[in-house]
Nanobody, 122 residues
Framework: QVQLVESGGGLVQAGGSLRLSCAASGRTFSTYVMGWFRQAPGKEREFVARISQSGTITRYADSVRGRFTISRDNAKNTVYLQMNILKPEHTAVYSC???????????????WGQGTQVTVSS
């Protein structure tokens, strides 16, 4: 079992940056694939990025590739999402999640954080 707590969200102007953090409890963090997902108002939750257990493999949604960077520090039980050059359409609740398979499918992730709100103003 792993519990996840996100932080780092907030209000930022378009063009700005934010770094989200997701802190995990437990001693098994390094055994999980970690993912970031987001849900904008009135839309379904969607995949943003994922990272392998060792951190050597990352994958991104086309909409964020080159703009967002996922990373992890297994010694700190934390996964990060660096978001640069933010746009209003990036406004959403961002959630981290843990899975055993390297998947971008929501159903593969069985542990979720509560999410953190990111609002980008124009």
């Amino acid at each position: 079992q792993v519990q996840l707590v996100e932080s780092g969200g907030g209000l930022v102007q378009a063009g700005g940056s934010l770094r989200l953090s997701c802190a995990a409890s437990g001693r098994t963090f390094s055994t999980y694939v970690m993912g970031w997902f987001r849900q904008a108002p009135g839309k379904e939750r969607e995949f943003v990025a994922r990272i392998s257990q060792s951190g050597t493999i990352t994958r991104y949604a086309d909409s964020v590739r080159g703009r967002f960077t996922i990373s992890r520090d297994n010694a700190k039980n934390t996964v990060y999402l660096q978001m640069n050059i933010l746009k209003p359409e990036h406004t959403a609740v961002y959630s981290c999640a843990a899975a055993f398979s390297f998947s971008d499918q929501i159903r593969a992730y069985n542990h979720w954080g509560q999410g953190t709100q990111v609002t980008v103003s124009s």
